[in-house]
């Protein structure tokens, strides 16, 4: 990758840790995790841009809201909100944006390996997510699980058919604007 590439791509992290906090700034609150946008970000990230430049759009966001800028869900910033109850969400992003990268390669880039590798994200995310949330609220499992995950199935899976069609549709377009990112 030569330096306009790099450039090109940093770019687009930079424009995708903008799209990640645009979607956690439209925030549902229904409890201590609100229902976001957020996710369906994240889990585009290594779909179009690559596990690489993925990855460096998730960490940009994250330092972002742990300097305490306002990218969290409603708004919000700092450190207390990577340590409270929702922060096994965003740490769970980093697994998630590295495996759904890696799975959607393996897979060839097809849509029903985009689907399948961002429902390995989700879960990955849930499983990160929930064990904290039990953790920082002293909530049992059961509570856990009926605050930190049942309520959001069903708009992940929009969300991830939604995602799926837009990876779709711009995955052509950054190949036209000479974009590797297979090897990003």
């Known amino acids: 990758m030569n330096i306009s590439e790099n450039l090109r791509m940093l770019v687009y992290s930079s424009l ?31 779909l179009l841009l690559g596990t690489k430049w993925g990855s460096a759009a998730l960490i940009l966001y994250l330092l972002m809201g742990a300097c305490g800028f306002p990218v ?26 590295c495996i ?19 429902l390995i994200g989700s879960l990955i995310v849930y499983a990160a997510g929930v064990p904290w949330l039990k953790v920082a609220t002293a909530m049992p499992w059961e509570k856990a699980f009926a605050v930190g995950i049942y309520p959001f199935l069903i708009g ?29």
Do not use: H
Not at 81 to 96: C, S
Not at 100 to 118: L, N
């Open 16 to 46: 995708f840790a903008a799209l990640i906090a645009a979607g956690a700034f439209l925030a549902i609150p229904i409890g201590p995790v609100p229902i976001v946008l957020q996710n369906m970000f994240v889990l585009m990230a290594p």
């Open 72 to 97: 969290f869900a409603g708004g919000t910033g700092g450190l207390g909100r990577i340590l409270g109850p929702t922060g096994g969400y965003l740490l769970g992003y980093i697994p998630a944006v």
């Open 100 to 118: 759904t990268g890696f799975i959607s390669v393996k897979a060839g880039k097809t849509f029903w390996g985009d689907v399948i590798a961002m």
């Open 156 to 184: 992940d899976i929009l969300k991830i058919v939604a995602a799926t069609y837009c990876v779709k549709l711009l995955r052509p377009m950054l190949k036209n604007n000479e974009v590797n990112v297979a090897n990003a």
